[in-house]
């Protein structure tokens, strides 16, 4: 996936903050910037990315991250979770009609299925550091563009 953005800040000597606009195809995962954020600016994030060109602060920049990975973070923040749930469901459900809950089984699914999803969304969260040190999900600065080469729907803010 390819984004264009703005260097903002410089790290270090291999990590930068850069200003993009979000991509049409992200909707808001949360990959990039997380959920919330300045309404004024909901459609511009700034991201931590990789800078093995040398960009310096102010130049504009075209950045890649891998579509398996990006498919990879859909999996763990969308799929992950459902399954949890719909398992959750399952064993509350098969184990209040077996008889080790009393009271009605849908109520147990949902609860136990509830369970499981919140469980995994904070297995996950408690994984983010880790996460965020990696370079698995960092997206990287491929090349310095000129603005004409930008196109118009990806311009970042200035």
């Known amino acids: 996936m390819e984004h264009y953005g703005q ?8 990590r930068a903050l850069v200003k993009i606009r979000q991509h049409l195809s992200c909707g808001s995962c949360g990959r990039c910037a997380g959920f919330f954020g300045d309404p004024e600016e909901k459609n511009h994030f700034l991201v931590e990315v990789f800078n093995p060109v040398g960009a ?37 459900r ?9 009271g009605s089984p849908d109520l147990w699914g ?38 004409d080469e930008i196109p118009e729907d990806l311009v970042p803010a200035k």
Not at 57 to 78: K, M, Q, T
Not at 94 to 102: E, N, Q
């Open 94 to 102: 098969s184990l209040a009609i077996a008889g080790a809950f009393s």
């Open 110 to 147: 949902l609860g136990i299925g509830l369970l499981f999803m919140i469980g995994i969304y904070l297995i996950l969260r408690l994984q983010e550091k880790n996460l965020r040190r990696g370079k698995r999900f960092k997206a990287m600065i491929t090349a310095v563009v000129d603005e």
């Open 7 to 14: 260097v903002m800040e410089l790290r270090d000597d291999k």
């Open 56 to 92: 310096q602060r102010g130049e504009l920049v075209r950045l890649e991250s891998r579509s398996s990975e990006v498919i990879l973070a859909a999996f763990l923040l969308y799929l992950l979770p459902l399954a949890g749930l719909l398992a959750g469901i399952f064993a509350g």
